[in-house]
C-alpha cells in the first residue's frame, strides 16, 4: 500500500485560503519573508558534533499546523512508516521488528537537506494533485533557502511523502519474501525471522539504494549495520532500541547510565535543590526514566518514586520572579490575553507555580486564584487553528 490522499486536490489560491483560514496576501507575505520566520538553533548529536535546526516564529508555526491539520492529516499512511504519524513512534517502529533473527539497519545521508524545494513541489503537484500555483506556494511556506528545514512541523510529513511514488514496490517485494520494512524519516530498517547468507543481505541493501538514488538520495555507508540475534555481542538495534530479547528494550549501557544519573541527582538534592543546574539536571533525568516508563522497564517505578522524593523547588529570587510574573500577567490587556505569546505565558506561570507549591503552599495558592482572573481569552485550539490569520 501507498500513502493516499483522502481530500479532494485544492484548485485554486483562493480555495487554500479558504481551507487554512488564512489570508491569501499573509500566505504570500509569509513565503516572500521566509527566511525571516526561522531562528538557527544547534542540538549535539550521539557522535559530540551539532546538528543545526530551525524554529519558525509562532506566525510561521501557525500556518504550518493549519498544513498539517488541513492537508497532511487527510493522508492515509502505510504501515511501513512511523516519522511524525499519530499514534506511531519509535518504539512501535522498533517493535515492528520483534522476534527478528537478522536485522538491517540503513540511514540515509543528509536527509533532510536532500528533500529539496524541487522535490517539495513535485509532492504537491503529483501526490496530493494540487494546482501548480497552490504547490509553488505550498513549497515556499515549507521549505527555507531551497530544501526541508529540520525543526518545521510540516517536514516529518514531507520527508515521509518523499519516496511516495516508489517505496511501495519494494516494500511489497520484500513482504512477498516475507521480510519487514519499516522507515522512521531517515532511518531504514529491514528485519528477517530467519538468517539469511551475505549475499542476499547484499541485494537487499543494493535495492534500497537504488530506490534512494531514483529520487536522489543517498545512503550513508559508514552507518550501515548488519546484526544477528545469534550474535549477541553486536546488538540488534532499531532507532536507539535494543531487540536482541524480543520486544524493544534499552541499551544496558543507558540504563547504568540513569541509574548513576539518579544517584548524582539524590547526591545534588542534598546540597541544593533550587539551583538552575539541578533543576535542568532533574528534568533531563525524568525525561529519560519517563522513557523507561514507556518501555515498561521494571526500575521504572522505583526510579519514579525516588525523582518524587527529591522534586526541584525555588528558592527567594524565583520566588519573587513568580510573584512578578503574576502580577505582569494582571495587569494585561484584553487584547493581549488573546494572544499565543500570553497564552504560553499563562501556561509557564502555572507551571511555576505546581513548583512554588512545593515550599510555600499558601503564597502559591494565592497567586493561583490571582492568575484565574486573567486566563486567556483563547485556548490553543482556536488559537492554532481558528482563528482567522
Known amino acids: 500500500m501507498r500513502p493516499q490522499y483522502l481530500a479532494k486536490p485544492i484548485a485554486s489560491l483562493n480555495v487554500l485560503s479558504v481551507a487554512l483560514g488564512v489570508d491569501i496576501d499573509v500566505l504570500r507575505n509569509a513565503a516572500s519573508n521566509i527566511e525571516r520566520h526561522y531562528h538557527p538553533h544547534s542540538v549535539p548529536k550521539k557522535d559530540g558534533s551539532l546538528r543545526s535546526i530551525y524554529i519558525p516564529s509562532i506566525h510561521l508555526k501557525k500556518i504550518q499546523k493549519r498544513i498539517n491539520r488541513n492537508i497532511f492529516e487527510n493522508i492515509s499512511y502505510p504501515g511501513y512508516l512511523f ?198 539536571f532533574y528534568n533531563r533525568l525524568s525525561g529519560r526514566v519517563a522513557k523507561l516508563t514507556y518501555l515498561e522497564h521494571k526500575e521504572a517505578l522505583s526510579y519514579r518514586s525516588r525523582l518524587r522524593e527529591i522534586l526541584p523547588i525555588y528558592e527567594k529570587n524565583e520566588i519573587h520572579r513568580t510573584i512578578q510574573l503574576v502580577t505582569s500577567l494582571q495587569k494585561s490587556s484584553i487584547k493581549d490575553r488573546g494572544k499565543y505569546a500570553y497564552y504560553a505565558k499563562f501556561h509557564q506561570v502555572r507551571y511555576r507555580l505546581n513548583i512554588l507549591g512545593r515550599t510555600d503552599g499558601g503564597l502559591a495558592k494565592k497567586l493561583a486564584t490571582t492568575l484565574q482572573t486573567c486566563k486567556p481569552t483563547s485556548d490553543k485550539e482556536r488559537l492554532f487553528y481558528h482563528d482567522i490569520i
Open 83 to 280: 516519522g511524525g504519524i499519530k499514534e506511531r513512534d519509535y518504539v512501535k517502529n522498533a517493535n515492528a521488528h520483534a522476534s527478528a533473527e537478522l536485522l538491517i539497519a540503513l540511514d540515509v545521508r543528509g536527509f533532510y537537506p536532500s528533500i529539496t524545494r524541487d522535490k517539495t513541489l513535485n509532492i504537491f503537484k503529483f501526490f496530493f494533485k494540487f494546482s501548480h500555483d497552490v504547490a509553488s506556494l505550498l513549497a515556499d511556506l515549507t521549505c527555507l533557502r531551497g530544501q526541508v528545514p529540520q525543526g518545521a512541523c510540516t517536514s516529518s510529513h514531507l520527508a515521509n511523502l518523499v519516496l511516495h511514488d516508489t517505496e511501495y514496490h519494494l516494500v511489497q517485494h520484500l513482504n512477498n519474501k516475507g521480510l519487514t520494512y519499516t522507515r522512521l524519516l531517515d532511518d531504514i530498517s529491514i528485519s528477517s525471522k530467519t538468517q539469511l547468507e551475505e549475499k542476499q543481505v547484499q541485494t537487499l541493501i543494493g535495492k534500497v539504494r537504488t530506490m534512494l538514488n531514483e529520487q536522489g538520495l543517498k545512503l550513508q555507508n559508514k552507518k550501515t549495520k548488519i546484526t544477528s540475534r545469534k550474535n549477541p555481542e553486536n546488538l540488534m538495534e532499531v532507532t536507539g532500541l535494543w531487540l536482541n530479547r524480543g520486544r524493544a528494550r534499552v541499551h544496558r549501557n543507558e540504563r547504568r547510565i540513569i541509574r548513576a544519573e539518579l544517584h548524582k541527582c539524590e547526591s545534588m538534592s542534598r546540597l541544593s535543590k533550587s539551583s538552575p543546574e539541578y533543576h535542568d
